[in-house]
């Protein structure tokens, strides 16, 4: 590793130690999102710092109004909610792109990723935020008011967020590779400053299909003790939930690799355009 990679490693390890004992984080998710990040550093610095950013963020936004989130949610205060699981959901596509550029490292792979990273980020960023609106989402299929934390739900803030998450990636990738060519003193690729918009936009749409997806078939269930919507047949508050709608095996977890990959493809598609202006 690097030095720079081998730096964001103790910074992702430190704030997925913090995160555990803040209750953000189970035991299990804390790993793989070291693992991820140990795994996305073998295809490039780039890749290593887009990696750490999506952990980082994701603590920092799940941390903040955790008192206001978790009496919304029904969510008891302290216990932890990210698992692996959560974060295969959200980077598993991401990991699938790890291995396949060891195989041949090709632009439409970067951009993939890149895609990836800013739905990844749009989502925790719409989900974490949009929960402290002061109005209550909507479903984004029929625009009318739901619960917080219900699937498809959307609200103006989290949209806001989503946006902005998106660009924040493509702006980090865009500098990365800047830093990166300037380093080996390689040809500077001018497709690559259109890179904050393509995340914008496929990590934007990335976001809103995993909504979609959301609120027309994912599970859903309610916690006839707490009163309340849950996204598992497990409420938060640990007892059993009632199945109210949606397909069983249409989890969170599925909703997000559809969404992800979405917005890969969407980034793909805008940067290609892009390389032939």
Same mark, same amino acid.
């Given at each position: 590793?690097?030095?720079?990679?081998?730096?964001?490693?103790?910074?992702?390890?430190?704030?997925?130690?913090?995160?555990?004992?803040?209750g953000i984080y189970?035991?299990?998710?804390?790993?793989?999102?070291?693992? +991820?990040?140990?795994?996305?550093?073998?295809?490039?610095? #780039?890749?290593?710092?887009?990696?750490?950013?999506?952990?980082?963020?994701?603590?920092?936004?799940?941390g903040y109004g955790?008192?206001?989130?978790?009496?919304?949610?029904?969510?008891?205060?302290?216990?932890?909610?990210?698992?692996?699981?959560?974060?295969?959901?959200?980077?598993?596509?991401?990991?699938?792109?790890?291995?396949?550029?060891?195989?041949?490292? &090709?632009?439409?792979?970067?951009?993939?990723?890149?895609? #990836?990273?800013?739905? @990844?980020?749009?989502?925790?960023?719409?989900?974490?935020?949009? &929960?402290?609106?002061?109005?209550?989402?909507?479903?984004?299929?029929?625009?009318?008011?739901?619960?917080?934390?219900?699937?498809?739900?959307?609200?103006?803030?989290?949209?806001?967020?989503?946006?902005?998450?998106?660009?924040?990636?493509?702006?980090?990738?865009?500098?990365?590779?800047?830093?990166v060519a300037l380093?080996?003193?390689?040809?500077?690729?001018? @497709?690559?400053?259109?890179?904050?918009?393509?995340?914008?936009?496929?990590?934007?749409?990335?976001?809103?299909?995993?909504?979609?997806?959301?609120?027309?078939?994912?599970?859903?269930?309610?916690?006839?003790?707490?009163?309340?919507?849950?996204?598992?047949?497990?409420?938060?508050?640990?007892?059993?939930?009632?199945?109210?709608?949606?397909?069983?095996? +249409?989890?969170?977890?599925?909703?997000?690799?559809?969404?992800?990959?979405?917005?890969?493809?969407?980034?793909?598609?805008?940067?290609?355009?892009?390389?032939?202006?």
């Amino acid at each position: 590793m690097h030095c720079s990679t081998l730096a964001l490693l103790l910074v992702v390890i430190l704030a997925a130690f913090l995160a555990y004992r803040r209750g953000i984080y189970t035991a299990d998710g804390a790993a793989a999102g070291v693992a +991820v990040y140990a795994a996305a550093s073998l295809a490039g610095t #780039v890749w290593a710092v887009l990696t750490a950013l999506y952990v980082v963020a994701s603590i920092l936004l799940s941390g903040y109004g955790a008192e206001v989130k978790a009496s919304r949610l029904g969510r008891l205060q302290g216990r932890a909610y990210h698992t692996w699981r959560h974060l295969a959901g959200r980077l598993g596509w991401g990991m699938v792109l790890v291995i396949l550029v060891q195989l041949q490292h &090709t632009d439409v792979l970067d951009y993939a990723f890149v895609g #990836v990273i800013a739905t @990844a980020l749009a989502d925790v960023a719409a989900t974490e935020l949009g &929960t402290l609106s002061a109005q209550p989402p909507r479903r984004l299929s029929d625009g009318v008011a739901t619960s917080y934390g219900a699937p498809g739900a959307v609200s103006q803030i989290g949209l806001v967020a989503a946006a902005a998450g998106s660009w924040l990636a493509g702006l980090a990738a865009l500098v990365g590779y800047f830093i990166v060519a300037l380093r080996a003193r390689a040809l500077w690729n001018d @497709a690559l400053l259109w890179l904050p918009m393509a995340a914008l936009a496929g990590g934007f749409i990335g976001t809103l299909s995993d909504s979609l997806l959301g609120a027309v078939a994912q599970s859903r269930y309610y916690c006839e003790h707490c009163r309340m919507i849950s996204r598992s047949a497990t409420h938060w508050c640990g007892l059993n939930a009632s199945h109210t709608g949606g397909l069983r095996w +249409v989890t969170g977890e599925l909703v997000g690799l559809v969404g992800s990959l979405v917005g890969g493809s969407v980034t793909v598609l805008i940067m290609l355009l892009a390389s032939n202006i």
